[in-house]
C-alpha cells in the first residue's frame, strides 16, 4: 500500500514538473525574443508552475513527515 501510494506521488510529480519544466523553457525563449502578448500568456503560466512547485514540496513534506 505504501509502495502504491509512492507510485501515485511520483506520477503526479512527474505529470506536473515535466510539463512546467517545458513550458517554463518555452516561456524564457519567448519573452527573451521580448513577445509581448507570450509575456502576457506566460505569466500566468508562471503562477501556475510556482503554484504546482508549491504543492509538491507540500506534498513530500507531508509524506516525509509521515514516516
Known amino acids: 500500500m505504501n509502495d ?4 501515485i506521488v511520483f506520477t503526479i510529480i512527474v ?4 510539463p512546467s519544466i517545458i513550458l517554463a523553457i ?3 525563449i519567448t519573452i527573451y525574443f521580448g513577445m509581448i ?3 502576457f500568456d ?3 503560466t508562471g ?3 510556482i503554484g ?5 514540496l507540500m506534498l513530500l ?4 513527515r509521515k514516516k
Do not use: N, P, R, Y
Open 4 to 7: 502504491l501510494l509512492k507510485f
Open 15 to 18: 505529470v506536473i514538473a515535466f
Open 26 to 28: 518555452i516561456g524564457a
Open 37 to 39: 502578448q507570450t509575456i
Open 42 to 44: 506566460t505569466s500566468q
Open 47 to 49: 503562477a501556475f508552475i
Open 52 to 56: 504546482g512547485i508549491i504543492l509538491i
Open 61 to 64: 513534506s507531508f509524506l516525509l
